[in-house]
């Protein structure tokens, strides 16, 4: 079982910054995939940024040259970087973890991001 745990949202302005973490248990951390996700109210949860056990990055065209996952082995966390943000940014981010091998996805809690004036 890997527990993943996601923090840093709040409320910023349009234009603002935020940076989220996501923690996952396991001693492993380096042999999982990791993505972020989002959903906005009354939408589907739809994907955001993936990150590979090698580095391999990909983005939702909606944030590309916004939002930067990037990922510390050392320390089992993996971030979302985003800047110049927008209303539309405004969801609930949920981070996943998916183990080297595995077809099992571990989704955290979530943690509401809020860009308003």
């Known amino acids: 079982q890997v527990q993943v745990v996601e923090s840093g949202g709040g409320l910023v302005q349009p234009g603002g910054s935020l940076r989220l973490s996501c923690a996952a248990s396991?001693?492993?951390?380096?042999?999982?995939?990791m993505a972020w996700h989002r959903q906005a109210p009354g939408k589907q949860r739809e994907l955001v940024a993936v990150?590979?056990?090698?580095?391999?990055?990909n983005y939702a065209n909606a944030v590309k040259g916004r939002f930067t996952i990037s990922r510390d082995n050392a320390k089992n966390t993996v971030y979302l970087q985003m800047n110049s943000l927008k209303p539309e940014d405004t969801a609930v981010y949920y981070c996943?973890?998916?183990?080297?091998?595995?077809?099992?996805?571990?989704w955290g809690q979530g943690t509401q991001v809020t860009v308003s004036s």
């Open positions: 396991g001693r492993i951390f380096s042999g999982y995939a």
């Open positions: 990150i590979t056990t090698g580095g391999i990055t």
């Open positions: 996943n973890a998916r183990p080297s091998g595995t077809i099992t996805t571990y």
